[in-house]
Antibody, heavy 113, light 112 residues
């Protein structure tokens, strides 16, 4: 069974940091490009960051460039998103996806004072 | 950025009737390899999104054949041949031909 399990979300103050993790199982993780996609409360989907199969190519939406860092460890079948200088507008459910075919259940990040 | 425009944003449908969602992109989604990088997703209430269609018309495994995708260039359509109760939710198109990948606003399908 394919599983993507996100963790690390929570409540953080503006300017703070969080590290999201995603544990993958049930499929060949290293065959897939991986992305983080977020959904603000009551809003649509927004692609946040992408990393290719080898971890050599990374792309970010402009609003998170310089603040978020995506990484992966193919030996541990894991994906991470380091989030710094968090803003209120980063509040969302963050989904880990494998080539957008496989999705996790999401982890909620709330940025509020 | 490529702007993805969906219509309608609200889609009330009678059970057993067909439904159609349009998605238009502000730029061509054809890449140099000849592929067209447009996907469709379904998000049922309270659930994570699920991909239905990849590269315009390729239905993912386990997706009922009442779902179909078509289109080319900048103009794409998702069709449901006969709507069932389980189809209630929000449908999104997404382009991944160009960075950043972008989604449409979403189309909310409800049963009349």
């Amino acid at each position: 069974e394919v599983q993507l399990v996100e963790s690390g979300g929570g409540l953080v103050q503006p300017g703070g940091s969080l590290r999201l993790s995603c544990a993958a199982s049930g499929f060949t993780f290293s065959d897939h490009w991986m992305s983080w996609i977020r959904q603000a409360p009551g809003r649509g989907l927004e692609w946040v960051a992408h990393i290719n199969q080898h971890g050599s190519d990374k792309y970010y939406v402009d609003s998170v460039k310089g603040r978020f860092t995506i990484s992966r460890d193919n030996t541990k079948n894991s994906l991470s998103l380091e989030m710094n200088s968090l803003r209120v507008e980063d509040t969302a459910v963050y989904y880990c996806t494998g080539s957008t075919l496989h999705w996790g259940q999401g982890t909620l990040v709330t940025v509020s004072s | 950025d490529v702007v993805m425009t969906q219509s309608p944003l609200s889609l009330p449908v009678t059970l057993g009737q067909p439904a159609s969602v349009s998605c238009r992109s502000s730029q061509s989604l054809v890449r140099s390899d000849g592929g067209t990088y447009l996907s469709w997703f379904q998000q049922r209430p309270g659930q994570s999104p699920r991909r239905l269609i990849d590269k315009v018309s390729n239905r993912d495994s386990g997706v009922p054949d009442r779902f179909s995708g078509s289109g080319s260039g900048t103009d794409f359509t998702l069709k449901i041949s006969r709507v069932e109760a389980e189809d209630v939710g929000i449908y999104y198109c997404m382009q991944y031909a160009l960075w950043p990948h972008t989604f449409g606003q979403g189309t909310k399908l409800e049963i009349k």
